[in-house]
């Protein structure tokens, strides 16, 4: 019990010392370990233009201040590597194995 305390307690201090972009960074690491397969696609006129596929990967936009996603969305494809396309014609779904 000890052992586990001490554990915590070192991790604790550990973060705390770490700058807020370090912390980010692992947790963008942590999302991409633990990502989903995705499909990806740009919709034009209520037609689907054209797909891509994220393979065990994150997709990312930045955030107003209410935490609604703007802009673009960011991603890296199993077939052109990177992706940029706007928020309003992207539509994301998940791939089940």
């Not at 891509?52 to 890296?76: L, N, S």
């Amino acid at each position: 019990m000890m052992s586990k305390t001490s554990l915590v307690l070192a991790s604790v201090v550990l973060l705390s010392a770490c700058t807020e972009e370090t912390r980010n960074k692992w947790s963008r690491q942590a999302d991409n370990l633990l990502g989903e397969d995705l499909k990806v696609s740009y919709v034009d006129g209520g037609q689907v233009v054209k797909s891509w596929t994220v393979k065990d990967g994150k997709i990312t936009t930045g955030r107003d201040d209410q935490g609604r996603a703007i802009g673009y969305y960011y991603f890296w494809s199993i077939e052109t590597g990177y992706v940029q396309l706007p928020i309003e014609r992207t539509l994301i779904e998940e791939v089940r194995k």
